[in-house]
């Protein structure tokens, strides 16, 4: 890429990875082109799901450098975000729809030296971040309903970081776009020209004969 081309990041989910080689797992990737690990966190509440905690986190980040970005797919998690400091994440998304005091659990979240990210489902319209786009540095869309891997992007999607886009740069924020679910490299070119800057993708890499070859034909799609 030129020097001057948007900022694009690969972020692996273990959500899609072998629990039964994690180490093995973490230790490809540390060798790969990604630069995230992305981490979704369920509670069974929120979404249809459970997930990972803790141990869980505290043990890759002990087996990796690279950025820890967790997606907190929870109710209140305003009570957990110095666990998740404290866990070694690096940059920590919470819902806008389970967050009726958003500004202060951003602000929070910078407080605790992480990135802020806000994350918005499907049906969420982008233009109800307008008034905290200033107060995040990732903003997280949703391209399918979130709980399960391996779903299929959902094609309004495009239309919605096009608009997301747009209010970033009306409101002078700095916020990456980060876009999850259903990528993989038969779309990551739509979804960079969107405008996403970090693409989430689980099966198109776990799922792969050549997991670090699909990151590499993600980012140069």
Same mark, same amino acid.
């Given at each position: 890429?030129?020097?001057?081309?948007?900022?694009?990041?690969?972020?692996?989910?273990?959500?899609?990875?072998?629990?039964?080689?994690?180490?093995?797992?973490?230790?490809?990737?540390?060798?790969?082109?990604?630069?995230?690990?992305?981490?979704?966190?369920?509670?069974?509440?929120?979404?249809?799901?459970?997930?990972?905690?803790?141990?869980?986190?505290?043990?890759?980040?002990?087996?990796?450098?690279?950025?820890?970005?967790?997606?907190?797919?929870?109710?209140?998690?305003?009570?957990?975000?110095?666990?998740?400091?404290?866990?070694?994440?690096?940059?920590?998304?919470?819902?806008?729809?389970?967050?009726?005091?958003?500004?202060?659990?951003?602000?929070?979240?910078?407080?605790?030296?992480?990135? =802020? *990210?806000? /994350?918005?489902?499907?049906?969420?319209? &982008?233009?109800?971040?307008?008034?905290?786009? +200033?107060? !995040?540095?990732?903003?997280?869309?949703?391209?399918?309903?979130?709980?399960?891997?391996?779903?299929?992007?959902?094609?309004?999607?495009?239309?919605?970081?096009?608009?997301?886009?747009?209010?970033?740069?009306?409101?002078?924020?700095?916020?990456?776009?980060?876009?999850?679910?259903?990528?993989?490299?038969?779309?990551?070119?739509?979804?960079?020209?969107?405008?996403?800057?970090?693409?989430? =993708? *689980?099966? /198109?890499?776990?799922?792969?004969?050549? &997991?670090?070859?699909?990151?590499?034909?993600? +980012?140069? !799609?």
């Amino acid at each position: 890429m030129r020097q001057d081309a948007p900022l694009r990041r690969i972020a692996p989910s273990l959500l899609s990875a072998d629990f039964g080689h994690l180490a093995r797992e973490v230790a490809m990737l540390e060798d790969s082109a990604a630069e995230w690990i992305h981490l979704d966190v369920m509670d069974g509440v929120f979404v249809p799901n459970i997930s990972f905690g803790f141990p869980v986190i505290r043990a890759v980040r002990a087996l990796t450098r690279k950025v820890l970005d967790a997606h907190l797919m929870i109710v209140h998690p305003e009570r957990y975000l110095s666990q998740f400091a404290d866990a070694g994440v690096n940059c920590l998304t919470v819902h806008y729809e389970v967050c009726p005091h958003l500004h202060r659990v951003l602000q929070q979240i910078r407080q605790l030296g992480m990135l =802020a *990210g806000v /994350a918005i489902n499907p049906h969420t319209p &982008p233009e109800l971040l307008r008034d905290v786009l +200033l107060d !995040a540095d990732l903003v997280l869309l949703m391209s399918v309903n979130p709980g399960f891997g391996g779903q299929s992007y959902i094609p309004n999607s495009t239309e919605r970081i096009r608009r997301l886009a747009t209010l970033i740069a009306e409101a002078g924020s700095s916020a990456l776009i980060e876009v999850d679910g259903g990528i993989g490299e038969q779309n990551a070119a739509t979804v960079w020209a969107a405008g996403a800057n970090v693409l989430v =993708a *689980g099966s /198109a890499v776990f799922g792969s004969p050549n &997991p670090a070859q699909a990151i590499e034909a993600m +980012l140069r !799609a």
